[in-house]
């Protein structure tokens, strides 16, 4: 499993913005791809956006628009710009990482998740 770690979750009032950060700690290589998910309150986990290493990118469509992600590749960093965020948006963010890596001299492939970061929007 690569060890994803994630950063920038918290408390924001509805309108207002968010950035999340995910860092992949093992030396993973291309192809792969990198994104967010997230679970709210009683709900299933759903796809927010993902992004190839080779730049292509995949959104749920009722959040295009107000959710871009990006990525640092030199950094294996990838990035989620929140918003006009909604009360609805609240739920824990999920990072994950599909492809390739390497650790302690092996090559793996494998599909990983980071421990979640929580964004709670309201008032």
């Known amino acids: 499993q690569v060890q994803l770690v994630e950063s920038g979750g918290g408390l924001v009032q509805p309108g207002g913005s968010l950035r999340l950060s995910c860092a992949a700690s093992?030396?993973?290589?291309?192809?792969?791809?990198m994104g967010w998910y997230r679970q709210g309150p009683g709900k299933e986990r759903e796809l927010v956006a993902t992004?190839?290493?080779?730049?292509?990118?995949n959104y749920a469509d009722s959040l295009k628009g107000r959710f871009t992600i990006s990525r640092d590749n030199a950094k294996n960093t990838v990035y989620l710009q929140m918003n006009s965020l909604k009360s609805e948006d609240t739920a824990v963010y999920y990072c994950?990482?599909?492809?390739?890596?390497?650790?302690?001299?092996?090559?793996?492939?494998?599909?990983?998740w980071g421990q979640g970061t929580q964004v709670i929007v309201s008032s």
């Open positions: 994950n990482y599909r492809g390739p890596y390497r650790k302690s001299g092996y090559a793996f492939a494998g599909n990983s």
């Open positions: 093992e030396s993973i290589s291309s192809p792969n791809t």
């Open positions: 992004m190839t290493s080779g730049g292509s990118t």
